[in-house]
């Protein structure tokens, strides 16, 4: 598994991101995929997870509403940050699961065992 993320960059509150994960090595066993985000100072925090198939999906409270996280296909996850707020500012890492298959996501960063390059995003007021 070899996860590169991309989509970052500095954006004005109120504005829109899209950030996209890819596993260049199209390891056929993905299951779970998500993203987590870590401010300065602050520890790693989830902020969304989506099954393999897509329907199992969730966010963390603070983004509920205004990101949309998708799985364009087995390989690859996306996250459409909207209404953002200075208080998103941090780097985001797109991580990966290979356990099980039974339709689940993880909120737990020990639960994944692939993780991409972080991509910050910086959000100013």
């Known amino acids: 598994v070899q996860l590169q993320a991309s989509g970052g960059g500095l954006v004005q509150a109120g504005g829109s991101l899209r950030l996209s994960c890819t596993d260049s090595g199209r390891t056929f066993s993905i299951q779970a995929m998500g993203w987590f985000r870590q401010a300065p100072g602050k520890e790693r925090e989830f902020v969304a997870g989506i099954s393999r198939s897509g329907r199992n999906l969730g966010y963390t409270d603070s983004v509920k509403g205004r990101f949309t996280i998708s799985r364009t296909d087995a390989n690859t996850v996306s996250l459409l940050m909207n209404s953002l707020k200075p208080e998103d500012t941090a780097v985001y890492s797109c991580?990966?699961?290979?356990?099980?298959?039974?339709?689940?996501?993880?909120?737990?960063?020990?639960?994944?065992?692939?993780w991409g390059q972080g991509t910050q995003v910086t959000v100013s007021s």
């Open positions: 991580a990966a699961s290979i356990r099980g298959n039974d339709g689940r996501y993880y909120n737990r960063p020990d639960d994944y065992a692939y």
